[in-house]
């Protein structure tokens, strides 16, 4: 039996003012339905925003250790919840029982880092150009935060943004995105049982166009945090610049894994692996492009597709299994669009190129890993996000056209080389035009206490994660003590006394 979700606003669960509903399925089996939720309306945000607004008048008081303890606490109860809250992600997600017990341990380690945040939060202090004054700054929350999160990490990105959001002394009002709200109400269930009071934690459920824009609208809300696609953050970025809104956001990817002659090819051969197949590609930071040396190219060919005849695929909840379904028909479509304009573009399909439909993977919507290969700098396929597991393979003869094919994309959030060379890994590092780059490591795997975010259409210059997520929800206060017991003028008294 689905189970049936509200809205939660105010510290009540609550059905839409609409009384409509809307359901979610299992991508691994269609007829599969996994949870009924209320189809919202601009009229249950006002609700929303309403009752964060109230509780701000009291949570911004609250001492921010005292947060930090309640978020500990969710963090607890994340790790006893663990297993449960993994097994529905994946029935609403689809990814694998592993990596969505890695998207739950995200979110317990994002909360844990809060818990130990709360009793820093660190503003500077510094020297006054004036004798006996203080300078120092503190940080503030900023007021409501309205949070926006994709489908492709339904735990660990609402945890990115609610839990910093709160710890700052934010109110919060969350739209999941549609085809992945379960686990996201399983977050608010558990922050409300940690003792997150009333109307500090809100959760409206419905369409982006419809209620996602009602919140960006909304004049009560100071700040917006979005992941999605860049095509959508576009759009956001324009509504929240109509109230000059702090908005945040983190939009899509076309990582690339440069593999150089000398690398150590079974090292390499594992990273691109996971990085194009784990998640069946629907990561942001998933490996699109593979820049491969022509002194290593057939021969790197060959061992990868090897090792992909191999990938296991079906239900993630078989532990045995390597690669779930796509999220649903729609995003299987545009896959299979891609591969027939990489097609048309002159690629070569080496493996894949289809949907996978044996046995029960008929009901769901599993797709081939595919791999192209003497993709050409320029091809759709190897500029466009695809999100799904489609590799392209492109062929470089000097460091200088890997790196030069690797920063040809309007995106810039992930990058990897494999080397054993020390200069080239370096030379790397500097040059590559990306937010992340892994040494002799996958693009995927980001840890929750360093900064996260990409250059370029990725986002618009805020990291999540680590300390720099404070950044996104707080305003920086600066505080003047002086203690002369005269009036002093900065840039104007500037005789030095003895
Ligand atoms: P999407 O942009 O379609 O939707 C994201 C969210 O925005 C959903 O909740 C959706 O309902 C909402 N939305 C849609 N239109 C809206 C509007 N007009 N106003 C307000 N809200 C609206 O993205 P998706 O398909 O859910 O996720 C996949 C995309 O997310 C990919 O492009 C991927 O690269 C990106 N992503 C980025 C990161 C990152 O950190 N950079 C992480 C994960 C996913």
Not at 231 to 248: F, N
Request: aromatic share 8%.
């Amino acid at each position: 039996m689905a189970e049936v979700y509200k809205n939660f606003i105010g510290g009540e669960w609550v059905d839409s003012e609409s009384k409509r509903t809307f359901e979610n399925r299992n991508p691994a089996n269609w007829d599969e339905i996994v949870g009924i939720f209320p189809k919202s309306t601009p009229k249950d945000i006002e609700k929303a925003v309403e009752a964060a607004k109230n509780a701000f008048k009291f949570w911004k008081k609250v001492p921010v250790p005292k947060r930090g303890e309640i978020l500990g606490r969710c963090g607890d109860i994340m790790v006893e919840r663990k297993e449960e809250l993994a097994k529905l992600e994946t029935r609403e997600m689809g990814k694998v029982i592993k990596e969505t017990r890695g998207d739950v341990q995200e979110g317990i380690d994002t909360a844990y880092y809060a818990f130990g945040e709360g009793r820093r939060l660190f503003g500077i202090t510094t020297p006054s150009e004036l004798s006996n004054k203080l300078c120092y700054t503190v940080r503030k929350p900023i007021g409501v935060a309205g949070l926006i999160t994709p489908w492709n990490f339904p735990m660990a990105i609402p945890c990115w943004k609610v839990i910093p959001a709160l710890l700052s002394g934010n109110t919060v009002v969350i739209k999941p995105a549609s085809a992945t709200p379960a686990t996201s109400a399983k977050l608010i269930e558990i922050l409300v049982e940690a003792g997150i009071p009333e109307g500090v934690v809100n959760i409206v459920h419905g369409a982006g166009r419809e209620v996602g824009e009602a919140l960006l609208a909304h004049p009560d809300i100071g700040v917006v945090s979005f992941t999605g696609s860049s095509e959508v953050g576009s759009r956001i970025a324009e509504v929240c610049g109509k109230t000059l809104k702090r908005v945040s956001l983190e939009l899509g990817g076309k990582n690339a894994q440069i593999v150089t002659s000398d690398a150590d090819l079974d090292l390499a051969l594992e990273g691109v692996l996971w990085g194009a197949f784990g998640t069946t590609g629907q990561r942001c930071t998933a490996t699109s492009r593979l820049i491969l040396s022509e002194k290593v190219y057939d021969t790197f060919i060959e061992m990868l597709v090897e090792r992909v005849k191999k990938i296991k695929i079906g239900n993630g909840l078989d532990e045995t299994v390597e690669m779930g379904p796509v999220i649903n028909k729609g995003q299987r479509e545009v896959i299979h669009n891609y591969v027939q304009i990489g097609k048309d573009e002159g690629a070569k399909l080496v493996i894949g190129g289809e949907f996978y439909e044996e046995g029960e993977c008929a009901d769901g919507w599993f797709y081939k890993p595919t791999i192209f290969k003497d993709v050409k700098p320029g091809m759709r396929i190897e500029q466009e996000e695809i999100f799904g597991p489609v590799l392209s393979i492109i062929k470089f003869n000097t460091f200088e056209d890997a790196i030069e094919i690797m920063n040809d994309t309007i995106y810039g959030l992930s990058s990897s080389i494999y080397t054993k060379n020390v200069n080239l890994a370096m030379r790397a590092a500097e040059e590559i035009e990306a937010g992340i780059t892994y040494i002799n490591g996958p693009t995927i795997g980001a840890e929750c206490h360093l900064p996260f975010g990409g250059v370029k259409n990725t986002g618009n210059g805020h990291r999540e994660g680590g300390l720099t997520v404070y950044e996104i929800f707080t305003e920086i206060k600066t505080i003047y003590v002086d203690y002369s017991g005269k009036l002093q003028k900065a840039q104007i008294d500037t005789s030095v006394e003895k």
